[in-house]
């Protein structure tokens, strides 16, 4: 069996950044340093992190030995980053710099005034992060109809949202909006990722999707593999596989979300190659 | 035999506003007051102007007599009106004040930073005028390719473009601008009065478009016609009219370009109402 593994598959330049941020500190034996949430969508990453003293916190109003806590990639409300600092807790950020970069043109789009369209899942973290550095501020995802649109309209986009999709909010915008201020900041590791994992699943029998069951990302690659349509499984380890899976295939592609750590995609390249390779 | 005309056929506002303007200093008697260039692309309008003291003149350098220039709607490069004031000509901008809206923004963009697109026909006089207000400056028509553009682009739009090149633009320049400001400088009369032509030019027999044979507007306005497809034919006036172009003619549409005076529709529909209404 040939095994071929997506080459932009697993961490993506910001992950990369907050796992390291997170390691360090945690080598560091610093005490009290908590990360608000699980720092990726990746339970086997949260819990080595764990195992080396960096917990994840949800609730940190009520905890009295929290010297710092460590920001994830998709970055906090503003309000919430205030009240942390006003309990006197350092914050450590590991928001995404791209993440960092479509929350300042938020709120520089604002302070131009701009009404602030976000291209995004409303309900998504990195979303409600951004939405908070504005003040007249929409979210559209174009599964709903657009609504009135002032005349000035500025705007600024989840990160892992489609070059398309953003043409379409363009095309939809200058209908109405006589000035539209726009800035893509689109991360191009998403599209990159989704455009080699075709190229892979096209030419192989199945397809092994790596990555956290709560990653949006991961699932959004699944989803995308099996509309090709290919055989696709989704799975957090290697002790997910199945012997039935694998018999008769051939070629067999490898793909990961950007919060899978390598060390689980070789685990599993490992694994399969034991026992089909 | 019906004769049914476009409601928005002839003037718009801009030219209106330029005639307006021309024809009461004409009525003042002012002496030395030119036209720079015929003041709009209607032949019988500027002959009457001409009738009436004042003349449309291409050079104004070796002239002696010149107290005044009028500025026609499409406007002026910024370099020729320098050349005309240090003359010591007044100018009577006559520019139409959306032509006038789409130089600011050009300037505007220019100082702020952006390379500015132009959508635009490149030999137009109104995009030569837009044009020399900005520094880095490109002309684009979608006819061919879009060039290399900046990450920082500004786009102003010539005022009789259609809002659907405007969106293919902004597709084509999302996909490798990071930052676009756009100001969406089209006039609807163009297309409203397009729209209200396809209406009537569906209704009828034959279509009359009425306008100078060197006014472009009009000249679009008979090739829309006549990809309808409907029998159309284009007319300055009245006596170019044809019998055998109505014979047997049941339903008579009447078009005009935004150069066509209102006494000439008139005319028009008078002189076809006698023949065969």
């Not at 909006?177 to 455009?195: F, G, P």
């Not at 592609?253 to 599993?268: L, R």
């Amino acid at each position: 069996m040939k095994i071929i593994t997506v080459k932009s598959a697993g961490f993506c330049f910001g992950v990369k950044r907050a796992i390291d941020i997170a390691f360090k500190i945690a080598k560091a034996k610093r005490q009290g340093v908590y990360t608000l949430g699980p720092i990726i969508h990746n339970p086997q990453v949260v819990d080595k992190l764990k195992e080396q003293g960096i917990i994840p916190l949800e609730d940190f109003r009520s905890r009295k030995d929290i010297k710092a806590l460590i920001i994830r990639t998709h970055g906090i409300p503003l309000s919430l980053s205030q009240e942390i600092s006003s309990l006197g807790f350092e914050i450590i950020d590991a928001t995404c710099p791209f993440v960092k970069k479509a929350q300042y043109y938020a709120k520089l789009l604002s302070e131009e005034g701009y009404q602030v369209v976000i291209l995004g899942e409303k309900n998504h973290p990195e979303v409600k992060g951004i939405m908070s550095y504005a003040n007249d501020v929409i979210i559209v995802d174009l599964k709903t109809p657009l609504p009135k649109l002032k005349s000035k309209v500025g705007i600024v986009v989840q990160t892992t949202q489609s070059l398309e999709a953003l043409k379409t909010l363009l095309s939809e915008t200058i209908i109405h909006a006589k000035e539209i201020k726009v800035y893509n900041t689109i991360c191009n590791s998403t599209a990159l990722r989704l455009k080699e994992t075709e190229t892979i699943a096209r030419k192989v029998d199945i397809m092994i999707v790596v990555g956290g069951k709560n990653s949006a990302n991961t699932t959004q690659l699944t989803r995308f593999c099996k509309s090709l349509p290919v055989p696709t499984y989704h799975i957090e380890t290697s002790s997910e596989i199945k012997e039935e899976w694998i018999k008769g295939v051939k070629r067999l592609g490898i793909t990961a979300g950007a919060s899978t750590p390598e060390w689980i995609i070789k685990d599993i390249c490992k694994n399969l190659s034991d026992r089909g390779g």
